[in-house]
């Protein structure tokens, strides 16, 4: 069965510390695994998409990392502000065009405090 | 460049009623995916049209349920005779090829609330 794990669940961290969110998966085969960003009450944005040959992406602060051996991703944030106060969900997608191909977390509730 | 608009951002209803959500695709984009969130729990796939077609709806419950993406105008998830359990945010997303499968984007829309009393 395709899961996609994330830990921790929520994470409470101050203001201008760094962090990082993990991601297990099981899906198979393995086409592309993306970090989506969803403010409460909102759609979810893109961060990062990497496949299957990426092992580091960028994004201003945010970095993620694929390890396509082990199936774990990390997204890792930098001096972290108030505006990340989000739900990070993280997304694996299958090799394939079929309405499963993409495999959603539960997403990592993040809060940033002052 | 409008990003995917979803209406209602809100809507009620009581139990046995009709809802019909609504999403505009960003523009030049032909693939339209609706997903369902449930409280706590991720997004669920529903059902991935092109214009005028059903390409997968392997997500959909099979009664109550049923969405349309017509050549003009936005695409369509209706749910008949609503019961508690559809409370849920339902969001949209769209890609101007087919974005699942691939590292094609997909933008998603702000979702609409539905709460069934």
Redesign the interface.
């Given at each position: 069965k395709n899961q996609?794990e994330q830990s921790p669940q929520s994470l409470i961290i101050l203001e201008g510390k760094n962090c990082t969110l993990q991601c297990n998966y099981t899906v198979s085969p393995f086409?592309?695994l993306r970090w989506?960003k969803q403010d409460t009450?909102?759609?979810?944005?893109?961060l990062t998409?990497m496949?299957f040959s990426e092992n580091t992406k960028s994004n201003g602060r945010y970095t993620a990392t694929l390890d396509a051996d082990t199936k774990q991703s990390s997204l890792h944030i930098t001096a972290s502000q108030l505006s990340d106060s989000a739900s990070y969900?993280c997304v694996v997608?299958?090799?394939?065009?079929?309405?499963?191909?993409?495999n959603?977390?539960?997403?990592t509730s993040l809060l940033v405090t002052p | 460049n409008a990003g995917?608009m979803?209406n209602p951002r809100h809507l009620v209803r009581r139990r046995g009623q009709e809802a019909r959500l609504r999403c505009s695709p960003m523009k030049g984009h032909s693939h339209v995916?609706w997903?369902r969130q449930l409280p706590?729990?991720?997004?669920?796939?529903m059902?991935?049209l092109q214009k005028e077609n059903i390409?997968?709806?392997?997500?959909m419950p099979k009664e109550r349920f049923s969405a349309e993406f017509p050549k003009e105008g936005p695409s369509i998830l209706r749910i008949q005779q609503v019961v508690r359990g559809d409370s849920a945010a339902y969001?949209c997303?769209s890609s101007p090829t087919?974005g699942?499968?691939?590292?094609g984007?997909?933008?998603?829309?702000?979702?609409s609330r539905l709460t069934v009393l």
């Amino acid at each position: 069965k395709n899961q996609v794990e994330q830990s921790p669940q929520s994470l409470i961290i101050l203001e201008g510390k760094n962090c990082t969110l993990q991601c297990n998966y099981t899906v198979s085969p393995f086409s592309n695994l993306r970090w989506y960003k969803q403010d409460t009450g909102r759609g979810p944005v893109s961060l990062t998409i990497m496949t299957f040959s990426e092992n580091t992406k960028s994004n201003g602060r945010y970095t993620a990392t694929l390890d396509a051996d082990t199936k774990q991703s990390s997204l890792h944030i930098t001096a972290s502000q108030l505006s990340d106060s989000a739900s990070y969900i993280c997304v694996v997608s299958l090799n394939s065009n079929s309405g499963y191909a993409l495999n959603f977390g539960k997403g990592t509730s993040l809060l940033v405090t002052p | 460049n409008a990003g995917v608009m979803q209406n209602p951002r809100h809507l009620v209803r009581r139990r046995g009623q009709e809802a019909r959500l609504r999403c505009s695709p960003m523009k030049g984009h032909s693939h339209v995916y609706w997903y369902r969130q449930l409280p706590e729990e991720g997004l669920k796939f529903m059902v991935y049209l092109q214009k005028e077609n059903i390409i997968d709806e392997s997500g959909m419950p099979k009664e109550r349920f049923s969405a349309e993406f017509p050549k003009e105008g936005p695409s369509i998830l209706r749910i008949q005779q609503v019961v508690r359990g559809d409370s849920a945010a339902y969001f949209c997303a769209s890609s101007p090829t087919s974005g699942q499968g691939r590292t094609g984007e997909l933008f998603f829309g702000e979702g609409s609330r539905l709460t069934v009393l």
